[in-house]
């Protein structure tokens, strides 16, 4: 039997309780995010944002070449939904999340880890 390896990993997590008008300000969630980007180590490509009129919230997704990390809002409730996957063994994306919590300042977080993509990996005999 080879040795089982993890392509990626994927965060998701939700944000409760954070002030509402952080959530309404697209530009702190770009810089967030850019952030994150480069706290975990990952590569930036590009990125779509837009905002939800009138008084809505915001939507920021960054494509990274490990992935990607996304940020939407809802102000009105107080509420953030992060999402960031991140493949490769050079990046970390509880670093990215880390930051986007300190950065929000949720009363409550719940997050989730799935690992994407395991596989073995079968070695050749010499």
Not at 59 to 82: D, F, K, M, N, Q
Not at 96 to 104: D, G, L, P
């Amino acid at each position: 039997m080879g040795e089982m390896k993890i392509l990626g990993r994927h965060l998701v997590a939700e944000l409760h309780g954070c002030p509402p008008e952080r959530l309404l300000d697209l530009d702190f969630a770009r810089r967030v995010l850019r952030e994150a980007v480069e706290l975990s180590g990952a590569t930036y490509l590009g990125e779509f944002h837009t905002v939800f009129e009138p008084g809505g919230g915001v939507s920021v997704i960054i494509a990274v070449a490990e992935s990607h990390l996304s940020i939407h809002t809802w102000p009105e409730y107080g509420y953030v939904a992060l999402d960031i996957f991140t493949c490769g063994d050079n990046t970390d994306p509880w670093k990215a999340y880390e930051h986007v919590v300190s950065m929000y300042k949720p009363e409550k977080v719940n997050v989730t880890e799935m690992r994407r993509g395991l596989i073995e990996v079968v070695k050749e005999v010499e």
